[in-house]
């Protein structure tokens, strides 16, 4: 049986990605972080008693930032793969916690690789790495394009891509970097604007909610599903030789766009309920962001088979379905 270790696993990629692997037979172990308040909603449905012998997912408190710790862990487990989803992944938040968005996103990284170094395990490591990391360089964007980041979560992300290529190339370790575009689900967090928009076009339905409040509405992205994204993430690890991914649909959408479609589904007119407020607008603003995923369809096989429009409806409709529940 193949054993996994995953970092982040109570976030939307980490939930999805213990699913995959828990369908084809793995042993998944998951890193949590110690709270007082329970934060595994989006994992309550795979985990079990531990007790009961028929589990094959375990959670083990821990933390990015605590280097011993995870060393003691992948020493103890010596997982065949790794698959390092934890980050502080918002953007805007990342100018207001530039040095633990670093401290997370960056050094979090160099721990996890110096543990694989020092443990000497034959192992194979995913980073999570982000469209973010090329900022501002036009698109379409693939491996060869230019790197330009505009954010301190971009720049943390930066450095982690480059020192798992270097510790691939010095260290001989299956590392690789799967460089996944905007990818979005139902278990999105609610301050993401794809489900910040979402949300809010059910709750205005539903009379919950009068507004909603974005910035940039002009800002393009390459909305994929979150779903089929960890599958792709699985196949890089399944490759003989190490790589970088870019993983994407290759189709842009503006934020009103999406917003519009968000809306109409519901049978609104998003004009009469969206505005913009200048506290969400960055600093330094990312205008296009359109992957070209041409080789992970011709190395990995993997294309999407979902994008923004049915992504936007999906989306909505979860949404729905939530709020009249709650409701």
Known sequence: MKRALITGITGQDGSYLAELLLEKGYEVHGMIRRSSSFNTARIEHLYKDPHDTASNLFLHYGDITDGVGISNLIRELQPHEIYNLAAQSHVKVSFEMPDFTAQVDALGTIRMLEAIRSAKIDTKFYQASTSELYGSTPPPQS???????????????????????NYREGYGIHATNGIL???????????FVTRKITMAAARIKLGLQEK????????????????????????????????????????????????EVAFADLGLDYKQYVETEDRYIRPTEVDALIGDP??????????????????????????????????
């Not at 505009?150 to 798992?164: D, E, G």
């Open 143 to 165: 491996e060869l394009s230019l790197f330009a980041p505009r954010s301190p979560y971009a720049a943390a992300k930066l450095y982690a891509y480059w020192i798992v290529r």
């Open 181 to 191: 575009f905007n990818h979005e689900s139902p278990r999105r967090g609610e301050t």
């Open 212 to 259: 909603l409040y974005l910035g940039n509405l002009d800002a393009v992205r390459d909305w994929g599903y979150a779903k089929e994204y960890v599958e792709s993430m699985w196949l890089m690890l399944q490759q003989e030789n190490p790589d970088d991914y870019v993983v994407a649909t290759g189709e842009g959408a503006t934020v009103r766009d999406f917003c």
């Open 294 to 327: 041409s080789k992970a369809q011709k190395v990995l096989g993997w294309k999407a088979k979902t994008h923004w429009k049915e992504l936007a409806k999906l989306m909505v409709q979860a949404d729905s379905y939530l709020l009249e529940i709650k409701n």
